[in-house]
């Protein structure tokens, strides 16, 4: 009998994961239908527990309150929901007739979800969700400070899926969360895949694993409150997320960033509607005890409420108080608040104008937030537009608190609770991860076209050769022939007259290497609609539909929109030398 705990945890692992793998297999039968009736009885039955899981959540970590724990658990178990319904997830996912090729999804096997402390219940509902609607199987690793309440999440969730016909084993969650447990379960040889939401060295451990992973980066978020911005709504929806189950989600605002002449303004709106501005003493104080080793936050101070915090940093405030707001001087390592603070404490930073707020906002992601998530306030949609061109991150948020926005709660980002954040990041991806990212696509594709049929360059001159060799000597009707046959196999339609015309220049010239081919009356094409911009979802629809994008070197396309392009097999974005196609 076993009785080292190493050695337990291990085992365990290595049980669920075979469970999962044998009842996975089983599952890859299962219709359309079937996978639908197993994630809707799932959700169901998790909205229906999600108050309670939101208290025992709060109770088990100390962080975040239940209230905002519960809005999380409905966004995975209500809003997700929703935007599954109707989405192709098993067999047949699309017949591109034209193209003569059908898309065929193919599901990766076990997935290895390792979970946070500052969101058990709800990343749990989430990931549990989007894995088994991509036909999968699930093993969930749960944070240690959060496995009592992250396995009775799943333990809801499996009685539900049992109950809707799923294969025994199918979801499972470890009971003895340990370091090694969770390095075997992502390196076990039947795990397909890891989803790991956690620290930074969680996330590198998934990466560097030797399996496909979406690991997601700290967030560090920069909001800029514009000059055209009502000043007081900004202010009160900057509280609204900043003050979130007390600022736990990754994509939190951090850093307020405005223009000198608004500061008294923000200030004063500040105070109004909840927060306390704190003064220089207070900051320095609040410096000392949010972080440790530089800007390492305090695991004892996440997640808390303004009071307690103010209180561990030795000063008290009024009652009612939902943040803490502290100006800064700057953004970097010298200034610690300008960091990922995990807790209702806001930094803000004034500057002297609009080009230096968008420097600062920049620093803010480059200093632990890169490819994230940022915000900004403005009535300007062209300086929306260039704060989403200029930010290294992969959701810019437009008038929206971040934490609700980013997850798909105030904007029509995908609900989520992993938040990739793209190459710049050592991630995999910068989307909000949804069940087609757990899948694969198979292609069955058709014969449309011989090789010479592909590669015209390569048959006209064969096809011309042919004329004079195996059949006797070169004749005008045989090169006529041959001519026809190329201008077919493009497309092109000729008067005979003109074919003729063609072929008795070719036979006045032929053995002359300084002869020009005659032009050939072709009709017109169709001119193109040359697009001004282009974004990453621009490229993802022309993808999905079949399409190809028309750009000039004017055009706008984003460093996502370009890598994303690039990644396709046949090519997207079309390259026009003038605007004429517009």
């Known amino acids: 009998m076993l009785h080292d705990p190493d050695l337990l945890t291990i085992q365990e692992v290595r049980t669920k994961v075979e469970k999962a793998w044998a009842a996975g297999e089983k599952y890859r039968s299962?219709?359309?239908?079937?996978?639908?009736?197993?994630?809707?009885?799932?959700?169901?039955?998790?909205?229906?527990?999600?108050?309670?899981?939101?208290?025992?959540?709060?109770?088990?970590?100390?962080?975040?309150?239940?209230?905002?724990?519960?809005?999380?658990?409905?966004l995975a178990a209500e809003l997700l929901p929703q935007r599954l319904r109707g989405m192709k997830t098993v067999g047949v996912l699309r017949e591109l007739a034209e193209e003569r090729i059908t898309e065929i999804a193919a599901p990766l096997g076990v997935v290895a979800a390792v979970l946070p402390t500052t969101n058990p219940t709800s990343t749990a509902i989430y990931k549990s969700l989007i894995a088994l609607k991509a036909g999968n199987a699930i093993v969930i690793s749960p944070h240690p400070r959060a496995k009592g309440c992250t396995c009775a999440t799943v333990e809801i969730l499996y009685r539900a899926a049992i109950a809707a016909g799923a294969p025994e084993g199918l979801l499972q969650c470890l009971t003895q969360p340990t370091l090694e447990a969770t390095n075997t379960l992502m390196r076990h040889p039947k795990t397909a895949v890891i989803l790991a939401t956690g620290g930074g060295a969680m996330v590198k451990a998934a990466y560097a694993s030797?399996?496909?992973?979406?690991?997601?980066?700290?967030?560090?978020?920069?909001?800029?409150?514009?000059?055209?911005?009502?000043?007081?709504?900004?202010?009160?929806?900057?509280?609204?997320?900043k003050s979130f189950d007390h600022g736990t989600l990754c994509s939190s605002e951090q850093t307020v960033v405005a223009e000198t002449s608004r500061r008294e303004a923000i200030l004063r709106a500040l105070g109004a509607q909840g927060a306390h501005v704190c003064t220089p003493e207070q900051t320095r104080a609040l410096e000392k005890v949010l972080f440790s080793r530089g800007t390492a936050v305090n695991p004892e101070l996440v997640g808390h409420s303004a009071a307690a915090i103010a209180e561990a940093a030795g000063f008290a405030i009024a009652s009612g108080v939902r943040v803490l707001a502290?100006?800064?001087?700057?953004?970097?390592?010298?200034?610690?608040?300008?960091?990922?603070?995990?807790?209702?404490?806001?930094?803000?930073?004034?500057?002297?104008?609009?080009?230096?707020?968008?420097?600062?906002?920049?620093?803010?992601?480059?200093?632990?937030?890169?490819?994230?998530?940022?915000?900004?306030?403005?009535?300007?949609?062209?300086?929306?537009?260039?704060?989403?061109?200029?930010?290294?991150?992969?959701?810019?948020?437009?008038?929206?608190?971040?934490?609700?926005?980013?997850?798909?709660?105030?904007?029509?980002?995908?609900?989520?609770?992993?938040?990739?954040?793209?190459?710049?990041?050592?991630?995999?991806?910068?989307?909000?991860?949804?069940?087609?990212?757990?899948?694969?696509?198979?292609?069955?594709?058709?014969?449309?076209?011989?090789?010479h049929e592909a590669l015209p360059s390569l048959g006209q001159p064969a096809a011309v050769a042919s004329a004079g060799t195996g059949g006797g000597p070169v004749t005008k009707a045989r090169v006529i022939a041959a001519v026809e046959r190329v201008l077919t196999a493009r497309g092109v339609t000729t008067a005979p007259s003109t074919t003729a015309s063609i072929v008795d220049r070719f036979l006045a010239r032929r053995g002359s290497a300084a002869a020009e081919p005659a032009p050939v009356a072709t009709e017109p094409a169709p001119r193109p609609t040359i697009v001004d911009f282009v974004c990453e979802n621009d490229v993802r629809e022309a993808v999905r539909h079949g399409r190809k994008i028309h750009i000039c070197p004017k055009s706008i396309v984003t460093p996502a929109a370009r890598d994303l392009a690039g990644q396709q097999r046949d090519e997207v974005l079309i390259l026009h030398r003038s605007e004429k196609g517009k």
């Open 30 to 74: 299962f219709s359309q239908e079937q996978v639908d009736a197993i994630v809707q009885r799932m959700a169901e039955a998790a909205r229906g527990q999600a108050a309670k899981l939101a208290a025992m959540a709060v109770e088990e970590t100390g962080y975040g309150n239940a209230a905002d724990k519960l809005a999380k658990n409905l």
């Open 210 to 241: 030797g399996k496909p992973a979406f690991g997601v980066g700290p967030g560090n978020v920069p909001v800029l409150v514009d000059t055209s911005a009502d000043v007081d709504a900004a202010v009160g929806k900057l509280l609204s997320g």
């Open 326 to 451: 502290c100006e800064i001087g700057g953004i970097g390592k010298e200034h610690p608040l300008s960091a990922e603070k995990l807790s209702p404490v806001l930094a803000l930073h004034f500057v002297a104008g609009w080009p230096e707020a968008l420097a600062a906002c920049e620093a803010v992601l480059r200093f632990h937030g890169l490819g994230h998530t940022c915000g900004i306030y403005t009535q300007d949609e062209a300086r929306a537009r260039e704060y989403g061109l200029r930010m290294p991150a992969h959701r810019i948020l437009v008038n929206s608190p971040t934490p609700q926005g980013s997850v798909g709660i105030t904007t029509n980002l995908f609900p989520a609770m992993t938040l990739g954040c793209g190459a710049v990041a050592g991630n995999s991806t910068g989307d909000n991860v949804t069940p087609l990212h757990l899948l694969n696509i198979k292609r069955v594709a058709w014969a449309v076209r011989e090789p």
